[in-house]
């Protein structure tokens, strides 16, 4: 009876699809060769096309983003959606062949910008299931075949059931699978090659001739493999890929392998074959077609590195910097690993649209151009840094990430916060003359900042639909991710840390894992080399940093009759008028914190000094001192990830210390405490002053570290009182005294260490904002020899020059550079003036390059919000970023909803100066007026607090630091 009923079911589903099929084959007929015609205009594809596709989403999934949405008259929640895949099927092997159409309609007709492909997955039935489901989106399926040698009466019924919600296909067995047998679906599908920045999609260049080169490449991070074929994407499903690329003979392709051999297709093309990958996540699978040049570099652990990108960027040198850096990190990663690199070679690959810095894919890493290439005579020493860092960031995921990956996203710090610390260690190792190991914590202010606030988020949190994972990437999971790695570092030493991840590598290699896994393993590590107390484990100290948001505030005042420190913590709030300082939860949160102290005697600033624990519910601890006239100071090098509040005896006699001789302090601890006062102080359990009264030893102060700390403070107050002009001048002149001096020293002369630059770079820039006439005169100088003489801006002051100008030059001047940068085909100098150019003063102009923000014949899609940001960043475009952005949600909303980091930037950045009942409001409104908010909802919960602490700033502080100034 049950069979009968199964067939009749089935007959009935088939009779049903084929409807459909007849029903959608009319409807192509009619409307197939006018909507696939990817050169429609707007109004052409609305008149045209959409009428029939909004009323039929499913049949048109590409274009359903397209459609008018009306918003919801409800605030009620929508219960959670269960979006993971059934665990009754494990993918094994996937063969894979895709043939892309890389161009527009002169060079493809109607199959511009579209590939079709045939995938056999190859799957284990690890429990009995009558059903398989896996992941598509806005694909087209064709049932292909079915294969079950192993259990010959397994059938299935060759149709597809969408969940289009989950993003799911469902195909029918006529029978239970049975356990641990292996069977295969080959199945046919096309696609569009998408003109975002994720999934399988479509970039372009221009030679010198300028002639338009276009390729695909793809970004699968975190769940777009299904737009480019059908698979089980989630990031445990891990199997290994066999890929053949059908490409153009006047293109090359890349993938995670080296090709193991290429043969003719017909006349026009090629079909490569790439060898077997070992197990790997669908996410890292990579493919780019392109015209494109390499250039290759065996290491000395013979692991083959390659930089791919346009021709005349490898023609022009721009590749070999990245090349000789990837080299060296990736030995050094293999030795401080002690895990050889798992593939036979690693591709570095630049790609002229590019949403994020790089993406980690593995054997072939994809990059912003910025993030790889760098051209030594037009480049800064901030590019220069940037790819140095970028590249050892994605390297580090070979192993970390790649080798062995997070079991479920919300481990997603996993991947990211180990290889944004240990990014500094392969830069170190490169670099050791930079000393980015001591500039992390600088580095990694704003994520301090972040997890401050009441809307932050636990490191680890459970994420479901793809929106919600997709929001993961920011400041917390990468750095605060890797400032609490990096506090493991100290307290269980390095060498521990490094045995116990190499423990944990090896193994879980080609598998995947969570947080515990790696606790176990550090535990283990620590406990063979008694570097932890016998009392702890890793897990019971890292889950109260990890599975809660924030961080703590030991408060350390000194008994001075008994000679004793008197340590306490509690939940540090950015916010002095949050809403959860009074509940439960407020006090119930504590941490175990590692805490660790020097004096004046001892100056010891050992980092791996072993800690005194500060444990949850214990209320105070108590340490005896040996001498009650000298300072001290707290939490060496900054080691742990929280803020030190001293008593005010104590904060009198650092600043005396500063004052008087200021090297005798760590320079990571001088900044620490430049820090700790500025945003203590922000927090209102110090007063403002004490942070500005340290200032003061800042004319002596030659560490570019202490100083990058004190820039963060001053120009957040320079920002905030902006608006009335005598205080801000007099606050802009007290500014100006402190960096003068080491403006002076230097002036426009670049020194020659890395750091000295930045600083002076930094100081330089601040003093022609300030307005100062021989900063000024000394821009136009060279501004004026560049365009009258053709003499080069030194290409570290480019900027400084660029926007100087920008903001002091007349209508014509101004319009001229901007055309410079239109006819300027390097995209980063071109970026680089359009960026300066929204420092201007005259209002209308500001108008115009904010609209050129969405011209894309001018600015790249991937730049278009540093742009607007810019705008909003100017004290007049404040306003005129906001209306753009509230006129233009919906569209940047479909730009870029779908893509990490872009509109939570953008939302965090632009409204991050707000600070007035007014623009609380309009924020407000804006939230009330746009429901759908995306993947930015976080960083608008962000930006609400960040505004109502701004404006609690200003009513606290804009009298007193008045009369301070006075």
């Keep these: 009876m049950e069979k009968v009923q199964i067939s009749k079911r089935y007959l009935l589903v088939g009779v049903a699809a084929f409807s459909v099929i007849l ?75 895709i043939k892309p159409y890389v161009g527009p309609n002169e060079s493809y007709g109607e199959k511009a910008f579209t590939f079709e492909g045939w995938i056999d997955m190859h799957f284990n039935c690890a429990k009995p299931t009558n059903k398989i489901v896996f992941h598509q989106k806005d694909l087209h399926l064709k049932f292909g075949n079915f294969s079950s040698p192993n259990d010959p009466d397994l059938k299935i019924e060759p149709y597809f059931i969408f969940d289009f919600e989950k993003d799911f296909v469902t195909l029918y067995f006529n029978k239970n699978c049975k356990q641990n047998v292996n069977y295969s679906l080959g199945i046919k599908f096309e696609g569009v090659i998408l003109d975002k920045l994720y999934g399988f999609y479509r970039s372009s260049f221009e030679d010198k001739n300028k002639k338009k080169h276009y ?182 995921h070979q192993w970390f990430g790649n080798l062995v990956t997070m079991r479920w996203w919300n481990d997603l710090w996993l991947n990211e916060g180990f290889a944004s610390w240990v990014e500094y260690l392969g830069l170190n190792h490169s670099h050791p003359e930079w000393r980015d190991l001591d500039y992390f914590f600088v580095s990694e202010l704003g994520p301090f900042v972040q997890d401050s606030l009441e809307s932050s988020h636990p490191i ?198 500063l004052e008087e001789d200021h090297s005798v302090i760590n320079p990571i601890n001088r900044a620490q405490i430049l820090d700790d006062t500025y945003n203590l102080g922000r927090a209102e359990l110090i007063d403002q002053t004490v942070f500005l009264n340290i200032t003061k030893y800042l004319k002596n102060e ?111 001047t101004w319009i001229e550079m901007l055309e410079i940068a239109k006819n300027t085909s390097e995209n980063s100098e071109r970026l680089r003036i359009l960026r300066s150019l929204t420092h201007t003063q005259n209002y209308n102009l500001l108008k115009y390059i904010l609209s050129l923000s969405y011209d894309e014949s001018v600015v790249r899609r991937q730049d278009m919000t540093s742009i607007i940001i810019d705008v909003a960043n100017n004290p007049i475009g404040k306003r005129m970023a906001f209306d753009f952005i509230d006129e233009k949600w919906d569209d940047l909303l479909k730009k870029f909803g779908d893509i990490s980091f872009t509109l939570a930037n953008l939302v965090k950045n632009s409204f991050k100066n707000f600070n007035t009942e007014f623009e609380l409001n309009s924020l407000k409104n804006f939230q009330q007026k746009h429901p759908d908010l995306g993947i930015a909802v976080n960083a608008f919960k962000e930006s609400l607090e960040t505004v109502s602490s701004n404006k609690r700033w200003m009513d606290s502080y804009q009298k007193s630091i008045t009369n301070w100034l006075n």
């Design 23 to 97: 029903v959608v084959s009319i409807i192509a007929t009619y409307f197939g060769k006018s909507c696939s015609n990817t050169e429609l205009d707007d109004n052409q594809l609305n008149r045209q096309c959409k009428p029939y596709m909004c009323r039929n989403p499913s049949f048109f999934q590409e274009w359903a983003d397209e459609c008018p949405t009306t918003p919801l008259k409800t605030t009620t929640p929508m219960p959670a959606v269960d979006v993971r895949l059934p665990d009754d099927l494990v993918p094994i092997w996937y063969d894979l062949e």
């Design 215 to 396: 390729l695909a490449t793809t970004k699968f991070q975190p769940t777009y493999a299904r737009r480019a074929f059908p698979c089980f994407d989630e990031p445990a499903l891990k199997a290994e890929f066999s890929l053949r690329i059908i490409r153009p003979k006047t293109h090359v392709s890349f993938s995670n392998n080296p090709i193991a051999d290429t043969q003719p297709y017909d006349s026009d093309w090629e079909i490569d074959f790439y060898n077997r990958t070992v197990p790997m996540s669908t996410y890292l699978v990579a493919y780019v077609i392109a015209e494109f040049k390499s250039i290759w570099k065996t290491t000395d652990k013979d692991v083959l590195v390659e930089v791919a990108a346009r021709p005349e960027a490898i023609d022009n040198g721009e590749g070999d910097f990245g090349l000789e850096e990837a080299a060296k990190i990736i030995d050094f990663f293999v030795d401080y690993f002690d895990v050889p690199y798992p593939l036979p070679k690693s591709t570095q690959i630049s790609i002229p649209d590019f949403n994020s810095g790089a993406m980690e894919n593995w054997g072939l890493i994809a990059y912003r151009e910025t993030s790889l290439l760098y051209n030594n005579v037009t480049d800064t020493i901030a590019n220069k840094r940037r790819v140095s860092l970028v590249v050892s960031h994605e390297l580090a």
């Design 460 to 657: 680890s949190v459970e994420v479901n639909d793809p929106n919600e994972i997709t929001s993961l990437f920011d400041g917390i999971s990468y750095g605060k991710g890797a400032s609490i790695i990096r506090m493991m570092n100290a307290f269980l030493t390095e060498n521990t840390f490094k045995k116990g991840v190499t423990q944990y590598l090896k193994k879980h290699e080609f598998s995947n894992a969570e947080q515990n896994d790696l606790w176990e393993a550090l535990t283990d590590q620590a406990k063979q080399d008694g570097t932890l107390d016998k009392d702890l484990t890793v897990k019971l100290i890292m889950d109260t940093w990890t599975l809660r948001k924030g961080y703590p505030v030991v408060t350390v005042e000194r008994n001075y009759s008994e000679n004793k420190l008197v340590l306490t913590q509690k939940w540090f709030l950015l916010n002095p008028e949050n809403g959860i300082q009074n509940t439960s939860e407020y006090k119930d949160y504590q941490w175990y914190v590692p805490f660790t102290f020097t004096t004046k005697s001892e100056k010891n600033f050992n980092f791996e000094n072993r800690p005194i624990w500060l444990k949850p519910n214990e209320g105070k601890n108590e340490i005896n001192l040996n001498n009650t006239d000298e300072w001290y100071i707290g939490n060496l090098q900054h080691a742990g990830f929280y803020r030190l509040n001293y008593d005010q005896e104590n904060w009198n006699r650092l600043i005396k210390q």
């Design 702 to 812: 030659q560490d570019p570290l202490p100083f990058t700390a004190a820039l963060y403070g001053l120009n957040y107050i320079s920002t905030m009182l902006q608006s009335d002009f005598f205080i801000s001048s007099k606050f802009e002149n007290y500014y100006k005294s402190l960096i003068k001096p080491n403006y002076d020293k230097n002036e426009w002369n670049e020194t020659e260490d890395a750091n000295e630059l930045s600083l002076q770079l930094s100081i330089t820039n601040l003093m022609c904002k300030f307005g100062d006439n021989g900063c000024v005169y000394k821009a136009w100088e060279f501004f004026n020899d560049w365009k009258t003489n053709g003499k080069q801006i030194p290409s570290n002051f480019k900027t400084i020059v660029y926007q100087t100008i920008a903001k002091n030059a007349n209508d014509s």
